[in-house]
């Protein structure tokens, strides 16, 4: 299969590529689109044989269930059953947004998309073409993130290319995504709701909105968004993710790259502009951006992963943060895709470094 790639500008949406996207949803078929938090791989949400084939493109366990995309409030009557009252305020407030909430699902949706759960995740995208392609498709789009099962969420359509290039008719190029991670998903049917996923929409936002919100991420064995139990994006070297404060970490990091250098590694480092300095220049180093841009880091943070793994570096040091709001989502990616972990503060700091050597040089 061939993939056509059409751009769109997001400020003036042409039509005619959004027309035919729309064209190839109405048919069943599966196109990746931009959305504000990552890209999309979308297939109308109404058809099992087209969401079918957006687990089979990306290589997903089919118990793993999808978000459903809507662009209007009246939609999300067709897509839910019984909204809870308590719902409007927030929806109100946070879409078209970053926020993806889940609910009792409506017949109309197929239960291919939700993975059979009775449970739908519906998020109206802050996006002009992805709201434009929902509405002109006169779908609900049930979409994942547009990356091939395993590989880090797509930020940029070259990202999308990289890993579906041959396996999808349609990439709408609508340039970077605003956000870099995925929504936060809130479970609207747990009594408090409960954050099931960090996203842009930090716990501290849903504060004020959701009464006892809290985050739970389910317990060993009985995850609650069925996507947690998978493993995420895995580097393909160990990466070493080393917590710590603005003036210290890189005083961490530096002496454990430079051991696992001695040992024979080729060693990449994730850092920031402010820690960047303080590497030597002989060992690769990818900064995330400042460290007081939390918002830009996790914009950068998918395609830095993609970078050092395109490096082909043996090992992965990485610089992790203290911090709640964006920074805990930050972490939250980082620390699934970390295969060591040093905490701030840990009392045997020195051992888990020395020993983090022995194991992975
Ligand atoms: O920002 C985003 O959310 C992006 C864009 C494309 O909208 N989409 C995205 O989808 O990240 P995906 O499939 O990569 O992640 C969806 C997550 C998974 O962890 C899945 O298990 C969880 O949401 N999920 C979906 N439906 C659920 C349900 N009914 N109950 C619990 N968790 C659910
Ligand atoms: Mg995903």
């Known amino acids: 299969m061939k993939t056509s790639v059409l751009r769109v500008d997001p400020l003036q949406p042409e039509t005619a590529p959004i027309m035919r996207a729309a064209e190839l949803i109405r048919r069943g078929e599966v196109v990746a689109f931009p959305t504000e938090t990552v890209y999309g791989l979308g297939a109308d949400a109404t058809s099992a044989s087209a969401v079918d084939k957006v687990y089979q493109a990306k290589g997903r366990p089919s118990d793993n269930p999808l978000i459903v995309h809507i662009a209007s409030f009246q939609q999300l009557r067709s897509v839910v059953r019984n909204p809870p009252e308590r719902v409007r305020e927030l929806a109100a407030y946070y879409w078209p947004g970053p926020l993806t909430l889940i609910f009792e699902k409506s017949a109309s949706i197929s239960d291919a ?44 359509p070259e990202h999308v290319l990289a890993d579906m290039e041959g396996r999808i008719p349609l990439l709408l190029d609508g340039g970077p995504a605003t956000y870099g991670v995925e929504s936060t998903v809130l479970d609207m049917t747990a009594d408090p709701p409960m954050i099931l996923r ?32 998978y493993t995420h994006y895995a580097p393909k070297a160990p990466l070493l993710l080393v917590v710590g404060g603005a003036n210290s970490v890189a005083d961490k990091m530096l002496p454990v790259a430079r051991l696992k250098v001695s040992g024979g590694a080729t060693v990449g480092l994730l850092c920031t502009d402010e820690t960047l300095e303080r590497f030597p220049p002989d060992i690769p180093a990818v900064s995330l951006g400042s460290r007081f841009a939390p918002y830009g880091m996790a914009k950068n943070l998918y395609a830095s992963l993609r970078k050092l793994d395109e490096m082909g570096v043996g090992s992965i040091v990485a610089e992790g943060f203290t911090g709640d709001g964006i920074y805990a989502t930050i972490m939250n990616r980082l620390r699934k895709a970390a295969s060591e972990i040093i905490e701030d503060g840990a009392a045997d700091e020195v051992r888990q470094l020395t020993e983090s050597v022995r194991r992975h040089p």
């Open 113 to 156: 998309a939700t993975a059979g759960l009775g449970s739908v995740a519906v998020r109206m995208p802050a996006h002009p073409v992805a709201l434009e392609l929902i509405r002109r498709s006169g779908r609900p789009i049930a979409a994942p993130s547009a990356n091939l099962s395993g590989r880090p969420s797509p930020t940029l």
């Open 198 to 229: 960090p996203g842009p929409v930090t716990a501290e936002d849903l504060a004020p909105l959701v009464d006892g919100v809290a985050f739970g991420g389910g317990t060993e064995g009985q995850p609650r968004a069925p996507g947690m139990k």
